[in-house]
């Protein structure tokens, strides 16, 4: 509950297949009001991330309720993309930034 998660920086220039930044709930967990924010995160090259940040969820009794995801600098271009598909409930994704392209990234 309450967790931040801010002012990181996260380089991926070798093949991994993980995510950035991942908040999951998994064995019977409950994670709430939770704050991604104002991190850097690059993947260069070929396909060296699965995805920049990942909110999941996994199966079972597991629940996440209230996560913002706002004000990140993503370089998305070594990995599938810059946010993987979402699970919980109360999610805000704002302010995100592509830093290949420029502009703002949408919500998934």
Request: hydrophobic residues 35%; neutral net charge; aromatic residues 10%.
């Amino acid at each position: 509950t309450n967790s931040v998660i801010s002012f990181n920086t996260v380089y991926q220039s070798n093949p991994s297949g993980n995510q950035g930044l991942q908040i999951e709930a998994q064995n019977g967990s409950t994670i709430t009001n939770t704050w991604v924010q104002n991190n850097v995160i690059v993947a260069r090259g070929a396909r060296t991330m699965s995805y920049s940040i990942f909110v999941g969820v996994a199966s079972g009794p597991n629940t996440i309720d209230g996560v913002v995801v706002a004000n990140n600098y993503i370089d998305f271009s070594g990995a599938y993309g810059p946010f993987y598909k979402p699970g919980g409930s109360h999610l805000l994704y704002t302010g995100n930034v592509d830093m290949s392209r420029g502009g703002l990234l949408p919500a998934p």
